[in-house]
């Protein structure tokens, strides 16, 4: 992955923050996997990987779940 790519990442503090958020409202909404995946166009993979924060999440997808999950995005608290 280029340099360029990774600079239009999260940085992990901010990875990890949304992904604590997200993963606590899907958790507690109760939904499968795959609907939420399939809602947003994603694999599984990709949903896991995001609310596990293995990778650094790029802002529109962490956005974007926080959208599919009812989750405020202020609540992201991305770039604090």
């Known amino acids: 992955m280029s340099a360029s790519r990774y600079a239009e990442r999260l940085s992990w503090a901010d990875t990890r923050r949304a992904a604590a ?13 795959q609907d939420v995946a399939a809602a947003l166009g994603w694999s599984p993979g990709k949903l896991q990987t995001s609310v596990r924060a293995t990778v650094r999440m790029l802002p529109g997808d962490a956005l974007a779940l926080a959208a599919a999950l009812g989750v405020d995005p202020a609540e992201l608290g991305l770039g604090q």
């Open 21 to 33: 958020v997200l993963k606590a409202a899907y958790s507690a909404g109760g939904r499968r996997q």
